[in-house]
């Protein structure tokens, strides 16, 4: 029998007011060099978008916090999706490069809390990976 075990844990904390004067700011350019198009169309249907947008850089970040400082070379946050199709189940995809490396990292499944409020955002991550067989 399989089971899992921790590989990394990441955590973050973001302030809403900084995530929305960088899309006051930047706008689209901002937005498309960080988040995918599903992550842009989410948070755009929600109320308060930028806490949401917040959110989701959190856990990006989280994410890099859980696989520690061995990252590829040439990373891009957009490798990084969070998907939350529901409160109770968001998740992590992957894509390119990252996503090959993660892989030969043996982490085989993520699981992501995400919360905030009018000023902060915060996401918990927890990267697993297979546990030996006895």
Known sequence: MIGTQIIGIGNEIVECLRVAKMIERYGERFLCRVFTAEEIAYC???HQASQHF??????KEAVLHALGTRLPTGFRY???EIRSDSPADRHVVLRGPLKEWVEQQKIIEWKVSLSHCRTHATALVLALGETPSA
């Open 78 to 80: 957009r490798e990084i």
């Open 54 to 59: 917040s959110a989701h850089w959190a856990a």
């Open 44 to 46: 755009q249907r929600r």
